[in-house]
């Protein structure tokens, strides 16, 4: 157990749809990480939040969204859902103090229909 | 842009004997991390180990252990006496160190092993 928690575990939906995915980060952590995997693209760097701050984004639609709570977790919006955006999406956090090791949560399957 | 490649997408391996997994980075930055990231079945990312490129002594945890080559930017994971549990994705990994607090991490498209009893 890495101390990340997401929700949910699984998610279906139909196209167009709106969806938000859950993260809760390692206690103490301050930096929250978005990742997709899909079998085509791998596993991609979307968005990193830091102490609340959006500090870096990747390859992150204009569909998709986040933002980082005051009580450190995330939500990630995904919105006007297309069957491409089915993937597995992790969450992962870090703390500075200790350098870069990155804690991954169990992640969220989505499944677009 | 940093890119990450894994030139193996599958290898396998008998029980209690060692396989050595492949990576190979590019980058102009001098001060970074890489990692093995492993994936069972059960799809959670967990980190194998890490290797700071300023420290020339490579990383060693338990019966994991790398090959860091900086010069020839090459970092290969061996993972001695296999047992049945080390079946998974195996994800090399890249990011970048400093003052910043921006550590994303730039993936490999993975390597699966399977390890045979």
């Known amino acids: 157990d890495s101390g990340v928690t997401q929700t949910p575990k699984h998610l279906i939906t139909a196209t167009g749809q709106r969806v938000t995915l859950r993260c809760s980060p390692r206690?103490?952590?301050?930096?929250v990480y978005w990742y997709q995997q899909s079998l085509d693209q791998g596993l991609q760097f979307l968005i990193q939040?830091?102490?609340?701050?959006?500090?870096a984004k990747g390859n992150i639609l204009e569909r998709f969204s986040a933002q980082q709570f005051p009580d450190l977790h995330s939500e990630l919006n995904l919105s006007s859902l297309e069957l491409g955006d089915s993937a597995l999406y992790f969450c992962?956090?870090?703390?500075?103090?200790?350098?870069?090791?990155?804690?991954f949560g169990p992640g969220t399957r989505l499944t677009v229909l | 842009a940093q890119t990450v490649t894994q030139s193996q997408p599958e290898m396998s391996v008998q029980e209690a004997e060692t396989v050595t997994l492949s990576c190979t980075y590019d980058?102009?930055?001098?001060?970074?991390?890489l990692f093995w990231y492993k994936q069972p079945p059960s799809r959670q990312m967990i980190l194998v180990i890490r290797?700071?490129?300023?420290?020339?002594q490579n990383a060693t945890e338990n019966r994991f252990s790398v090959n860091f080559q900086k010069a020839a930017k090459s970092f290969s994971l061996k993972i001695s006496d296999s047992q049945l549990g080390d079946a998974a994705m195996y994800f090399c990994?890249?990011?970048?160190?400093?003052?910043?607090?921006?550590?994303?991490?730039?993936f490999g498209k993975g390597t699966l092993l399977t390890v045979n009893p």
């Open positions: 992962a956090s870090s703390t500075k103090v200790r350098g870069n090791e990155q804690f």
């Open positions: 206690s103490g952590d301050l930096s």
């Open positions: 939040y830091y102490n609340g701050e959006e500090r």
């Open positions: 980058t102009s930055e001098s001060d970074y991390y």
């Open positions: 290797q700071e490129a300023y420290k020339q």
């Open positions: 990994a890249w990011s970048l160190t400093g003052g910043g607090s921006n550590y994303k991490l730039t």
